[in-house]
């Protein structure tokens, strides 16, 4: 069974009562320069800020844009004393 939620922003789409198959989040419209805006609970959403990476896929058969989470490792610095050794 499927069944529509009604709201204003983000509209749910649930396909069991378990998990949502599809969020939306309105519509954005392609800027200048190619950009497009997030919706501020989206990026609230995932917990993305200014400067976070995403990954851009083309699902061809759909023509449909997923934006992904790009979960990044920080690097590691090294301790004080542990950086390049001298010959």
């Known amino acids: 069974m499927i069944a529509f939620a009604v709201s204003r922003v983000p509209a749910v789409l649930f396909c069991t ?8 989040f309105g519509t954005s419209t392609i800027q200048k320069a190619r950009r497009i805006a997030l919706d501020p609970n989206l990026l609230t959403t995932l917990e993305l800020r200014e400067g976070d990476t995403v990954r851009i896929d083309l699902d061809v058969d759909s023509a449909t844009i997923l934006i992904r989470k790009n979960a ?3 690097p590691v610095k090294p301790k004080r004393g542990e950086g390049k050794a001298r010959a």
Request: glycine share 0%; no cysteine.
């Open 17 to 24: 009562m378990r998990s949502i198959k599809l969020v939306s």
């Open 72 to 74: 990044v490792v920080a």
